[in-house]
């Protein structure tokens, strides 16, 4: 069973960066689609970033688009989602998640989830 979990969480300022990590464990996810999705306060949960297998095609959501860098190390079973700029609007609790699907842009298609690392950013 895959296990992850997050790291890299923290209060920054408006256009501060932040790297946020994100460990599996159990077993290697090297055929996984691997994503970053956040839930702000009182909204739901929505995409960030998802990365291919092959760590050679990846997505984004407009908003992060430009600013946010996904990528994934097969060496560590991890990824990684470099932020940049950070605003205000970007203040969430940050969860990885893992698919071995090919839908990884269907959120309910993500069957492994880690808990979330928290980013704060204040103006």
């Known amino acids: 069973q895959v296990q992850p979990v997050e790291s890299g969480g923290g209060l920054v300022q408006t256009g501060d960066s932040l790297r946020l990590s994100c460990k599996y464990s159990?077993?290697?996810?090297?055929?996984?689609?691997l994503a970053w999705f956040r839930q702000a306060p009182g909204k739901g949960r929505e995409f960030v970033a998802t990365?291919?297998?092959?760590?050679?095609?990846?997505h984004y959501s407009d908003s992060v688009k430009g600013r946010f860098t996904i990528s994934r190390s097969s060496a560590e079973n991890t990824i990684y989602l470099q932020m940049n700029g950070l605003k205000p609007e970007d203040t969430a609790n940050y969860l990885c998640a893992a698919t071995l699907t090919r839908f990884y842009y269907i959120m309910s298609s993500y069957e492994v989830w880690g808990q979330g690392t928290r980013v704060t950013v204040s103006d």
């Open positions: 990365i291919s297998p092959s760590g050679e095609n990846w």
């Open positions: 159990g077993r290697t996810v090297s055929r996984y689609y």
